[in-house]
């Protein structure tokens, strides 16, 4: 069962049926207690209805602004690393196929297949000793290549951060 | 200056690309978000953290919004949830949100530290200081009902529960409130004395 605050705020707030709306006026306008509830709850209805709002620091707008734009430069950076990274890939894929391919060529197999394949490398193939590799000067300079690029691309990347934030 | 642009005109032109337009939309609505936020975190940094958080996220899907239901109880459903996310994180587990003891503790440190007397303090600041002692869904639904132009109905849509429970809920936050505002005038009444 409802309490007179229940029936008057439901009053107020226009949220009963007519005929309750009638008869709770009725109420209001006879019953001492009820108009004396109702006068009470109407000044706290207003009051509640004045209370102020909470005022945001005034770079409020500009920090949320701020942070939709940095999060549209976002994709950018997907796309051109993923094609550099792709474009390594094909690299070092094809240089093994063609290896591959020149050491495939070169092997002769004989004798019956039931009774066991004799794989040899071909005689005027000769296998680098690792040392010879690592002092080679062609790996020297792909090693210099490789810390250039990786330079380039961490600049490249520093620099579009830069220019998200700024912008 | 405002935009007096509609909000469903402001959004239409960010939709098309117009960033100033959605600037516009924030400035319009910033003070009741940032309130609603100031309702769960009870501290200005990290209510402006979840109001801009929810401006973001608003912005990241303003294309799904159909335009069935108001603009504002769209963006109030979204501060409802990340404040709702926020309290989640910040460990505070669902006994503690319902436990009024953690905002009595909020209201005895402002108490303490508070020099000024009643003759210096207006009827709306009693009013915001009984707020804040509020459980969040009581100040939230207040904040709604009062300030934020939205129906029972509307409330419910934005809360995600029923209109008869948000009815109910209303009347005792109210209760609530009032309960607060008087004990607090009464206990400075006595500090005079």
Redesign the interface.
């Known amino acids: 069962m409802n309490t007179i605050?229940?029936k008057l705020?439901n009053y107020i707030d226009g949220?009963c049926t007519p005929a309750e709306q009638e008869a709770i006026a009725r109420l209001i306008e006879e019953d001492a207690l009820y108009k004396q509830k109702y006068t009470e709850l109407l000044e706290?209805n207003q009051?509640?209805?004045?209370?102020?709002?909470?005022?945001?620091?005034m770079a409020?707008?500009y920090?949320?602004?701020e942070?939709?734009?940095a999060?549209q430069l976002a994709p950018l950076k997907s796309t051109i690393n993923k094609k550099i990274i792709l474009g390594i890939a094909a690299f070092f894929v094809l240089s093994i196929l063609i290896l591959l391919g020149i050491i495939l060529s070169s092997i002769k197999i004989s004798g019956n297949l039931f009774s066991g394949l004799d794989l040899k490398l071909p005689s005027n193939v000769k296998l680098p000793s690792a040392s010879s590799i690592f002092n080679s000067t062609l790996m020297k300079s792909f090693f210099v290549f490789d810390v250039i690029l990786a330079l380039f691309l961490t600049d490249s990347y520093l620099r579009r951060k830069k220019a998200a934030k700024e912008a | 200056m405002q935009s007096k642009l509609s909000d469903i005109e402001l959004i239409e032109q960010t939709l098309a690309g117009n960033q100033f337009a959605y600037a516009d939309l924030v400035k319009r609505h910033q003070r009741f978000v940032f309130t609603l936020a100031m309702r769960f975190a009870k501290g200005r940094e990290d209510a402006e953290e979840i109001a801009q958080d929810c401006f973001v996220k608003a912005y990241r899907s303003l294309a799904s919004f159909q335009g069935q239901s108001k603009f504002t109880t769209w963006l109030y459903s979204i501060v409802y949830t990340t404040a709702m996310t926020f309290l989640r994180k910040k460990r505070v587990d669902t006994d503690s949100i319902d436990d009024e003891g953690t905002f009595v503790q909020v209201e005895s440190h402002e108490s303490a530290y508070d020099t000024n007397n009643v003759e210096n303090k207006s009827r709306s600041y009693y009013l915001n200081q009984a707020i804040e002692q509020l459980l969040p869904d009581d100040a939230t639904i207040i904040t709604l009902f009062y300030k934020g132009e939205q129906s029972l109905e509307e409330i419910a849509q934005t809360m995600g529960i029923e209109t008869n429970t948000v009815k109910v809920k209303l009347f005792r936050a109210r209760q609530r409130l009032k309960e607060k505002l008087e004990r607090n005038l009464k206990h400075e009444v006595k500090e005079l004395i």
């Open positions: 605050e229940e705020w949220t706290l009051e509640f209805a004045d209370m102020d709002l909470d005022e945001p620091s409020f707008s920090n949320v602004m942070a939709i734009r999060e």
